[in-house]
């Protein structure tokens, strides 16, 4: 079964500083997509970003980026020039490209503080 | 925004009682989830829907059960409500072609006493 770990409960950033979140997941497929979501305290769940497994290039949005490494099984967000709206609980989720459904499986979160 | 509404958005109730969540959305996507979030747990899927009347369990779906009879509307039910089931749960739906992300409703809090 596919599992997704987030090692780090909490994160904290200065304000306008770079942080990154860890994601690691474990699968035996080779085709799949990988997403990060952001919750926020209004609690809605935001799609960040994804990545799909195929493309060796990393996805990049805005301020937001990934580092995607497919034989080491991991998938780390960089948030750049970080910003107090950035506040909220991260979660990275995993899903097969040919799972019926789309179902996808979270990890535990990541609760990032940013300070001012 | 995707047009996705859960109801209620608060309830409380008693152990023993039963408990109905409804989804309902308005872009006509094929799939249709109820996740449960819990602190250190994340997200978990309890059931999830592929189309009218099809349906199949996800990795917590003891003590829930799910119908769907119009494409739009996607109701959890909780027969017996357990102190256990005390969660706040989403509704999610995707579509059938691409990379499949979920569109999330706005979270329903439930707390069983």
């Known amino acids: 079964a596919q599992t997704v770990t987030q090692s780090q409960p909490e994160m904290s950033v200065q304000e306008a500083e770079t942080v990154t979140l860890s994601c690691t997941y474990d699968t035996s497929e080779s085709d799949y997509y990988l997403f990060w979501y952001k919750q926020p305290p209004s609690r809605q769940m935001i799609l960040v970003i994804r990545q799909e497994a195929y493309k060796q290039q990393n996805a990049t949005e805005n301020r937001f980026s990934v580092n995607f490494q497919k034989a080491a099984k991991s998938f780390s967000l960089k948030i750049s020039d970080s910003q107090l709206g950035d506040a909220a609980m991260y979660f990275c989720a995993y899903r097969r490209s040919y799972n019926q459904g789309g179902k996808l499986i979270f990890g535990q979160g990541t609760e990032l503080s940013v300070k001012p | 925004d995707a047009g996705i509404t859960q109801s209620p958005r608060h309830k409380v109730t008693e152990t023993g009682t039963p408990v109905t969540l409804r989804c309902h959305q308005t872009?006509?996507?094929?799939?249709m989830y109820w996740y449960r979030q819990d602190p250190g747990h994340g997200l978990r899927l309890i059931h999830y829907s592929y189309g009218v009347k099809d349906t199949d369990k996800g990795e917590v779906s003891d003590g829930y059960s799910v119908s769907r009879s119009k494409t739009e509307d996607f109701l959890l039910t909780l027969e017996s409500a357990t102190s256990s089931q005390t969660s706040v749960y989403f509704c999610?739906?995707?579509?059938?072609?691409?990379?499949?992300?979920?569109?999330f409703g706005e979270g329903s809090r439930l707390t069983v006493l």
């Open positions: 999610a739906i995707s579509e059938s072609h691409g990379p499949g992300e979920l569109f």
């Open positions: 872009e006509n996507h094929r799939y």
